[in-house]
């Protein structure tokens, strides 16, 4: 049996057949759409590293069935830039040192994307620990990665006043 669904990734109309129900979002955007950005940690929802935007919302995609997503809008970290100008968290990730090795990174800056559209960043240090304690870092990069969306979320904050005024 063959199941047909349409996604939007990236901006982009994708018409997606599947042969297994099973397969998981992350699979999908992995290893049949070639966006292999989004990176397994551990494929059970305890790390973080698969984070993605569906309808700009942070979802683990390796608990998420493709097929129960037909239509939606899913962004990945290879959606972030707009060609060369990178987005400002991921800016602030390098002016921060937030990340060594950078498997979790893409994980962790697409869940500050998140945190800081759902309104939830603030500029208090705890409360953005506590909205990105879902994504674990191995090398303990916590402080850089912290800095970083304080510090992407003023600039966002900021841009959003500019573009108010
Ligand atoms: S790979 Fe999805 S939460 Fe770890
Ligand atoms: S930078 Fe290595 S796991 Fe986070």
């Known amino acids: 049996m063959t199941f047909r669904l349409t996604l939007t990734v990236n901006g982009e109309p994708r018409a997606i057949e599947l042969d297994d129900p099973r397969v998981t979002l992350l699979d999908l955007l992995r290893e049949r759409l070639g966006l292999t950005g989004s990176k397994k940690g551990c494929d059970r929802g305890q790390c973080g590293a698969c984070t993605v935007l569906v309808a700009g919302r942070r979802v683990n995609s390796c608990l998420a069935l493709a097929v129960s997503l037909d239509g939606a809008d899913i962004l990945t970290i290879e959606g972030l830039a707009r060609g060369d100008a990178l987005h400002p968290v ?3 990730f ?3 040192d937030g990340f060594q090795c950078g ?3 893409p994980g962790q800056i697409m869940s500050a994307v998140g945190l800081i ?7 208090d240090p705890e ?3 506590e909205g990105m304690s879902g994504n674990l870092c191995r090398c303990g990069a916590y402080i850089g990665i912290t800095q970083a969306v304080l510090d992407a979320q003023a600039r966002m904050a ?4 500019g573009d108010a005024a």
């Open 94 to 96: 390098i002016e921060h």
């Open 90 to 92: 991921q800016s602030a």
């Open 103 to 105: 498997f979790c990174t």
């Open 127 to 129: 409360r953005i620990r």
């Open 158 to 161: 900021g841009a959003t006043q």
């Open 117 to 123: 559209r759902e309104g939830q960043a603030g500029d």
